[in-house]
């Protein structure tokens, strides 16, 4: 039976790719800080707590006793926020990073040599991480951008071992991460100091952005395309916000001078 390692599996992206895979007769071992309401024999989660590397190494003892390689490691654990970088707090500037970068090394280098020949390492960015960032969403892509620059070098050197890297770089997916997104947003707009005509209006701006959504079922079927293709690509995009791609077309100067004129307050 085919074995993937799956961060992120009670909610979201993460518990849709679950039950995608269990379904398929693949076996899961699901990494989560909470248990998902599912059950499968074809899945056994194990409570780990991503933040933590002897966490992560404790769900490898287990695992390792259980089955000598796995086919995949697909990180889907991830949080977003919103906010000003000159208002936020270091604790959440930190978190933000420990959890959407840190954790899929820590997950990696744990995980790798557990890997069959020819295994499939997959990472979810966002469609933000080569875009230059628009205001306020700056730290989420920022992590995101960061992922991509640390999968594209693990396939450099991942192929030297017969290993494949691939990243999922989606729009917006309709899951609880979209429902974070406005009230994060909601709680931006009242509480900022500096910004706040101008918050009103951005939000104007990421409601159209988010208007077209997918659901997670898209991001769970590509996730099972990869793991089962003999010969993976690096990027796959999905859903595309056609504003964005236009946006970034234009020199920066422009960019800036676009957004100072959508949002600057008067």
Known sequence: MKTIVLTGCSGGMGLVTLKNFTSNGFFVYGLDIKEPEYQSDNFKFIKTNLRELPSI???????????????????????????????????????IFDINVFAIYRVNKTFVPLLKKKGKVIMVSSELAPLDPLPFTGIYGITKTTVEKYAYSLRMELQLLDLQVSVIRPGAVQTSLLDVSTSKLDKFTKETKHYSYNAERFKKIVDDV????????????????????????????????????????????????IIKKILISK
């Open 57 to 95: 190494e404790e769900a490898y003892n287990i695992i390792s006793k259980e089955v000598n390689e796995i086919d995949s490691i697909i990180s889907m654990a991830g949080i977003y926020d919103l906010n000003s970088l000159i208002e936020m707090s270091e604790e959440d500037f930190i978190k």
């Open 210 to 257: 988010e208007s077209k959504k997918i659901p997670p079922v898209k991001i769970a079927d590509l996730a099972y395309k990869i793991v089962n293709k003999k010969k993976a690509r690096y990027v796959y995009k999905i859903n595309r916000n056609p504003l964005l791609i236009l946006l970034n077309i234009c020199p920066q100067r422009f960019q800036n001078w």
